[in-house]
């Protein structure tokens, strides 16, 4: 069947009403490396505009540090561009199987594999270890990622508890006869910047005979004494089972993920995994600059503390201006403004000003809560976010988010 203009009507209509509710997501168009300051083309074709980044994920600023970059030509130079081959069948060079080493021994597990994205490593875990005996609990703000790896695991019981609620959690677990309980959550919840109670997870997981699943995306490299991660920060190291993270954010924030915990799990998952069969091995270059990363990140915490640093000082400003921010206590810091309209008008504003923030609105969050997540980087200097703090109590008073 050729693309009807019924179809295309069914497309456009959609759209427009995306439009006139406020819920258009454009994208800017960024024409320098990623950095604190990056310049940027909106609408694409426009001119450049140099503006402040307040909304990467880079959280280490290594994104574009030069270490990283020379790490990344060596893998190209030593080992290719590209293994053109998953895993099991020619796609297994010997740097892959030393970050995985690398890996375990910087999370403190006993072995890794690696994929494509931490969502390809979220879409695997779930459907290759668990089946119709088994039960998953899970967090109601876990990432998208791990929403869709627990719907590809269709046999496995799922129960869904209220955000960081033990006691609901706990009164699932007790009432479960699942052969194997597995509590799911993200370290870090990327939307609202909070924590998971990490050590009363992992009481109640050794209580009734459950493993812990943590996504620490948006902690490994930087939470932490060390920066090993949540269960580093709350000294439960030795009781996550399993660990996926990403290294598309402070670990250099290209792309390429893992899942880390207990070596029997990880040999299931290179047998059955279907990311992992399926998809070709990642890139040398990634690789070798990854491995770099974790060299970087074992010498010195000084990234790690002036990130600490730079977001406390971020949080008490904001909150100190007067505006609606979440409580946490990480490089997370979202200015809640609940319209999504709003959201957008603020970030444009903001873009005028030369401040780089994006409107985060329904489906990314639930209705009624949009917000500017904005989000810390050791990348940014104290008199950066001075200048933006300028920025948005003037926008914050012209859209009488202030008053």
């Known amino acids: 069947m050729t693309y009807s203009p019924k179809a295309k009507k069914v497309y456009a209509d959609a759209l427009a009403e995306k439009r006139a509710a406020g819920l258009y997501k454009d994208e800017y168009i960024i024409t320098s490396p990623q950095g604190a300051w990056i310049t940027v083309q909106f609408p694409e074709g426009a001119l450049e505009k140099k503006v402040l980044n307040l909304c990467s994920n880079n959280y280490l600023g290594l994104s574009s540090h030069p270490d990283i970059v020379k790490a990344a030509h060596e893998g190209l130079d030593s080992r290719g561009y ?9 796609g297994t060079q010997d740097i892959h199987r030393d970050l995985e080493r690398k890996m375990s021994e910087f999370l403190g597990t006993e072995d890794t594999i690696l994929f494509g994205s931490c969502f390809d490593a979220n879409g695997a875990v779930f459907e290759a270890l668990l089946g119709e005996e088994d039960a998953i609990f899970s967090d109601q703000l876990v990432h998208a990622s791990i929403i869709d790896g627990e719907r590809l695991a269709k046999k496995v019981s799922r129960s869904i508890y209220p955000h960081s609620d033990m006691a609901e959690l706990e009164k699932m677990l007790k009432e479960s006869s699942a052969r194997i309980k597995m509590i799911v959550t993200d370290g870090i919840f990327s939307m609202d910047g909070d924590m998971a109670k990490l050590d009363e997870i992992a009481a109640l997981a050794e209580k009734y005979e459950a493993m812990v699943f943590v996504d620490d995306s948006h902690a490994t490299g930087f939470i932490g004494k060390s920066g090993r991660g949540t269960h580093e920060y709350f000294n439960v190291m030795d009781k996550v089972d399993i660990i996926t993270t990403t290294f598309g954010k402070a670990l250099g924030g290209a792309t390429g993920g893992c899942i880390s915990g207990k070596k029997e799990m990880i040999a299931m998952l290179r047998q059955v995994g279907r990311p992992y069969l399926f998809s070709n091995a990642l890139m040398p270059a990634v690789v070798t600059a990854t491995k770099k990363v974790l060299e970087t990140l074992t010498e010195s915490t000084e990234r790690r503390d002036k990130l600490a640093d730079l977001a406390k000082f971020w949080r008490e400003s904001l909150v100190t201006a007067g505006f609606d921010v979440k409580a946490g206590n990480t490089p997370i810091i979202p200015i809640m403004l609940y319209d999504a309209k709003l959201a957008q008008d603020f970030a444009r504003e903001l873009f005028e000003e030369g401040v780089y ?20 980087s050791a990348g940014l200097e104290k008199t950066d976010l001075e200048k933006a703090l300028v920025s948005f109590i003037k926008v914050g008073k012209k859209l009488n988010v202030l008053k």
Request: aromatic content about 14%; charged content about 15%.
């Open 82 to 90: 590209g293994m053109s081959s998953v895993r099991f069948i020619c």
């Open 357 to 376: 923030v994006r409107g985060f609105f329904y489906p990314v969050v639930a209705q009624g809560q949009a917000r500017i997540r904005t989000q810390m």
